[in-house]
């Protein structure tokens, strides 16, 4: 298991459009390709090994990948073929969930897995409102746990209340309905990530949004194909925010990122707390797409209890700038942080404590008391995202980060990046 050591060198002002491309999107454009019957061209796919899972499930299920200098042109098969092996979703929730969906109405049996991490994360959240529309899904524990397998079947139509705000949960049940009797409807308690239905609408599907619910019609004809270019993904990018938030007087320009409002809530919060934040918009083709700027200023403590599953992936990195901000912050119903690629809440606090950080848990969230960080060993638990935001808490104090092959499942050029603000040893 490789290690790395990060410390200070002071301040910066760091512009790059480098950042990963966008995890979400991509993972879409790899699935969603398959929903056509003429070759999908996506440039600037992210090539991270989740996603890559994702493409290779694709290029298992039938589809020819072809790359071409930063270009992927994913040409489906006519039907989705029967794989003999099982499909390894490695560490990604999204990859797995939205094959749930997928896979259910397609002709055939299908086994999907992951990693260790990946097979201890709740799936009855999707296979159960599928299993109630006759989707035949079988699993560890009843279902809930991968390995997974399924027998595609022709599903019935849905009108779901999801109690949860996950656009895992909603883009499976998505992929079901295109191919469902009749129409469906599925409505959410606070709205998640919109990638899914704005795709799906960019190709032709009749999916209707309307406020909280979405109304999908079944899909008698192959979509259009995707013609899509990925832009940054604004939860890579936002390490460098807190980087330069947490750092008074330094700066990052990030560009071509995603702005997609359900993405983009952090960086209002590192903007509550006292860090100038400047959205640049420069395209608007499928979704926002610009530049984000953040300068470091006298951060102070902030609450956050609302839209949470539009920053639920930045809270880790946000936990680093609520140790360096006056004052005690406060997270609150972020339950969901516990089942993401680890325990969030428990991986954070512990972490914190490591570093002389004062917090206090609770079930759906924590209390940080910000103060001085301490040099300590931080250990990833496996988990990209911390892995990365304690990385970036060593440009303000040396920090010992155990565990870091997991960077690589999002942002493999990470540590390439970090090494021109930190000293990376
Ligand atoms: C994702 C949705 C979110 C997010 C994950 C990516 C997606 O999960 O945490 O990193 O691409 O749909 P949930 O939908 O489970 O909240």
């Given at each position: 298991m490789k290690k790395m050591i990060v410390s200070p060198l002071g301040g910066f002002d760091f512009e790059t459009?480098?950042?990963?491309?966008?995890k979400s999107m991509s993972h879409r454009c790899a699935i969603f390709s398959?929903?056509?019957d003429k070759p999908s061209t996506v440039w600037n796919y992210l090539q991270a090994e989740d996603t890559l899972c994702t493409l290779s499930i694709v290029e298992s299920l039938g589809a020819k990948i072809e790359k071409k200098e930063g270009v992927l042109i994913i040409t489906p098969p006519h039907e989705v073929v029967e794989p003999p092996l099982i499909l390894d979703c490695g560490n990604s929730g999204t990859a797995i969930r939205l094959l749930m969906g997928f896979l259910s109405t397609c002709k055939g049996f299908f086994v999907l897995s992951g990693d260790s991490y990946l097979c201890s994360r709740p799936m009855r959240r999707v296979a159960d409102p599928l299993r109630h529309i006759g989707a035949m899904i079988d699993g560890r524990s009843e279902g809930n746990y991968a390995p997974l397998g399924i027998r595609g079947q022709s599903l019935k139509s849905f009108d779901y209340e999801s109690k949860i705000a996950s656009a895992q949960v909603k883009s499976a049940l998505i992929l079901a309905a295109l191919k469902a009797q009749d129409v469906c409807t599925f409505s959410e308690p606070e709205l998640s990530r919109d990638h899914s239905e704005r795709m799906l609408r960019g190709m032709g599907a009749k999916v209707e949004s309307q406020g909280l619910k979405v109304t999908i019609y079944p899909q008698k004809s192959p979509l259009k194909p995707l013609n899509i270019k990925v832009p940054n993904d604004p939860s890579s990018g936002f390490f460098f925010a807190v980087a330069a938030a947490i750092t008074k007087g330094s700066s990052v320009v990030l560009k071509n990122?995603?702005?997609?409002k359900t993405r983009i809530e952090a960086y209002k919060v590192l903007s509550r707390m006292g860090a100038h934040v400047e959205f640049i918009e420069t395209d608007n083709t499928y979704d926002s797409v610009g530049d984000i700027i953040v300068t470091g200023k006298e951060l102070h403590a902030v609450c956050v209890e609302e839209n949470i599953s539009w920053l639920i992936d930045e809270l880790p990195a946000l936990s680093i700038a609520f140790a360096c901000a006056s004052g005690k912050s406060v997270v609150k119903n972020a339950q969901e942080l516990r089942v993401k690629e680890s325990d969030r809440i428990s991986s954070v606090v512990k972490n914190l404590r490591l570093c002389g950080i004062s917090v206090e848990e609770f079930e759906d969230g924590y209390e940080v008391e910000g103060g001085a960080l301490q040099s300590a060993t931080i250990n990833s638990f496996g988990d990209h995202r911390i892995a990365m935001s304690f990385a970036i808490a060593g440009i303000i104090a040396k920090m010992h980060i155990e565990?870091?092959?997991?960077?690589?499942?999002?942002?493999?050029?990470f540590i390439e990046l970090l090494s021109q603000i930190g000293k990376v040893e």
């Open positions: 459009d480098k950042i990963a491309s966008d398959l929903l056509s990122m995603l702005l997609n565990d870091i092959d997991c960077i690589n499942t999002s942002f493999p050029n």
